[in-house]
């Protein structure tokens, strides 16, 4: 079985301020790692993923997350956070050949402040 | 359809109640996912369809839950005698194939309510 921790609930941040998102996997076997945004009224979106080569992944709107397989992590970054980033972040994982059967996180509230 | 729709965006339901929630997948997608998201927490795994074929149905929390994709394209998730602990938020999510390759493109869910 998988588990998955995102250890903030709820991060704030000043608008053009760096962000860090952290996520924290535990698995007995190796698997795919995803970040997930939420914006109100609307469905999960993609941000990235990793599935195997480089270990640092970028995504859309600018963020990025590295794969630590010894810290067992999985952190979204982004140097500079507008507005319109505040949304709900999920951390996901999926065993290799389980394919979109994801095990999802908490959750991170991202609230960006003018 | 260009995105993947869900209805009712609202249901509420008295408990007892039987109730079902319609998922339309992007058409052409053979894979479809149901999610439960209980207030303030992650979405869940529930069941998952290749096709018409219910492939994997380990995450439904108990035999008051069934999901159909007769057709291998429009999938209906029915909860039967529903109770309080079954309010939260179903979501639907399809993509071209079943592989992690493939973008899971999520519905904006379906919202019920136990009274």
């Known amino acids: 079985a998988q588990s998955v921790t995102q250890l903030d609930s709820q991060v704030p941040v000043f608008e053009e301020a760096p962000v860090e998102l952290r996520c924290n996997y535990s698995s007995s076997v190796s698997v795919y790692l995803f970040w997930y945004v939420q914006y109100p009224n609307q469905g999960l979106q993609l941000l990235l993923k990793?599935?195997?080569?480089?270990?640092l992944v970028k995504g859309i709107n600018g963020f990025e997350a590295e794969f630590n397989k010894s810290q067992t992590s999985f952190h979204l970054r982004k140097p500079s956070v507008h507005i319109s980033d505040t949304a709900e972040y999920f951390c996901a994982v999926s065993p290799i050949g389980a394919g979109n059967m994801l095990t999802f996180g908490g959750g991170t509230r991202l609230m960006v402040k003018p | 359809g260009a995105g993947v729709s869900q209805s009712p965006r609202y249901k509420v339901a008295k408990r007892g109640q039987d109730v079902a929630l319609r998922c339309d997948p992007i058409s052409g997608h053979v894979s479809l996912f149901w999610y439960q998201q209980a207030l303030g927490q992650g979405p869940e795994f529930l069941t998952y369809?290749?096709?018409?074929?219910?492939?994997?149905k380990s995450g439904l929390p108990s035999d008051r839950f069934f999901a159909e994709r007769p057709e291998g394209s429009v999938s209906t998730l029915k909860i039967q005698r529903t109770q309080q602990e079954d309010s939260a938020v179903y979501l639907c999510a399809s993509s071209l194939l079943g592989g992690a390759d493939n973008v899971l493109t999520f519905g904006a869910g379906s919202r019920l309510t136990v009274l």
């Open positions: 369809f290749q096709n018409e074929a219910q492939l994997d």
């Open positions: 990793y599935l195997s080569g480089s270990t």
